[in-house]
Each structure stands twice: as C-alpha cells, then as structure tokens.
C-alpha cells in the first residue's frame, strides 16, 4: 500500500515569492491534515479537510495561507507571499476518519527555505 | 501553554544498551497518549498508543511505554537498542476521545553510537 505523497521535498526561493505544496493520501483516507514543523519542534496542525471541506482551518494563516482539496482527494498547501520566518518542514497526513481511534499516517515532508 | 513536555532534547546510547525517553503531559484528565518516530527523510510512524486498560504498552519494533498517572507521565523504552533506532521520538496526546487533535512534544533526537 503506497503511503502518503508529498511533493516536492524540497524548496528553496527568496521571500515574497508563492510556493506550493502537494500531497496525496492514503487511497480511500477521507481525513487529510496539514502540518508545520518548525526546526527542533514538533508538528503543529495547519488545516484538517473531511473529504473537500475545511473543518479545522484555526491554525492557518489566512492572510498568506491558503489550501485547497477540490475532488476530496489530493490537497494543495499555498504560501503567498513567502516571508524568512515560513522556513520549516510542511506534513501530510491522512486518516480513514478523524477519530483518535485512527492512525493518522504521515508523508515525508517538504522542506522549504526561504532567503 | 505547554500540552506535552519532553525533557530531554538530545540523548546519545550504545548500541545494544538500553533506552528510556520520557514524556509529562500537563492535563488533569487522562488524554490520550502517543509515541511517534521520525527517521531522517522519512514520515513520522506511530510506534504505540494508549487509550485506557493495562498502563503498559507495547508497539512496533520492540518498543514499550508506561503510563503512571500518578506522575503524568508515558515514558518509551527499548531494552535493546540497535543502530537503526537513531531518529527523533515525538510524544503526543489528544485531550478527548474521538478528538483528532494531535499535540505533540518537542521531540528527543536518539544518537545510538556502535
């Protein structure tokens, strides 16, 4: 079973300048979350869809932020404009549903650095 | 406020020595608690959980953690580490049954060291 798909792993590009993060899930996973870890921190939820809806956005950044998860299945992660303070690494999860009773399975990540 | 504390940032173990990585959380209730590992260039994985019954646990790769409410703690152990075991440890709870809010630690990177 392939695990969760997140591309790139890496980015590097100079502030003020969009990124975009992709991530696939788990097939058959409805519950999809995005995370930031900050270096020598632990991740820190972003953004939780059920299927194509946000129903968690409380830790997202609107006013450079955003994300987007159309058919319910692949999500997208936007930065717009970049500033230095956003390097870190972007997690992907995902889970059959949002109970605690359920792994949530995480991708390898993306690492952006903005300079 | 700080959900789940891990007090040690960095620990160095030989190889085939034994390991215990600790975790406090800072909740009157019991949360629910979590064990997760990161390899380098690799997702995190859940090692083990624990939601309630028998305070001792067992997870993959030869892990175990012990839940003492009395010092709220859940802390990891391997009797036997091998080289493989070198990452980062994160502990994690989740404050209500059912909830899906994963609040993580800070993490414990593991050095194993032949």
């Known amino acids: 079973e392939a695990g969760v798909v997140q591309s790139p792993r890496y980015k590097i590009i100079e502030k003020k300048q969009p990124v975009a993060f992709w991530c696939n899930p788990i097939s058959g996973h409805n519950t999809l979350y995005w995370y930031l870890q900050n270096l020598g921190q632990g991740p820190e939820l972003l953004i939780r869809y059920e299927n194509e809806e946000a129903v968690d956005d409380s830790q997202l950044p609107k006013d450079r932020f955003s994300a987007e998860r159309l058919k319910g299945v692949d999500s997208t992660l936007k930065i717009q404009p970049a500033e230095l303070g956003d390097s870190a690494v972007y997690l992907c999860?995902?889970?059959?549903?949002?109970?605690?009773?359920?792994?949530?399975?995480f991708g390898p990540g993306t690492r952006l650095t903005v300079l | 406020a700080q959900s789940v504390t891990q007090p040690d940032i960095h620990i160095t173990v030989s190889e085939g020595a034994s390991l215990e990585l600790r975790c406090n959380y800072s909740y009157g209730a019991t949360p629910y608690l979590f064990w997760y590992v990161q390899s380098p260039g690799q997702g995190l994985q859940l090692l083990l959980k624990?939601?309630?019954?028998?305070?001792l646990v067992q997870g993959i790769k030869g892990f175990e953690a012990e839940f003492k409410r009395s010092q709220s703690s859940f802390n990891l152990r391997k009797p036997s580490v091998h080289w493989s075991d070198a990452a980062e440890y994160f502990c994690a709870v989740v404050l209500e049954e059912g909830d899906y809010k994963l609040s993580f630690g800070a993490g414990t990177t593991v050095t194993v060291r032949a």
């Open positions: 999860a995902s889970s059959l549903s949002p109970s605690s009773y359920n792994e949530q399975f």
């Open positions: 624990y939601f309630s019954g028998d305070t």
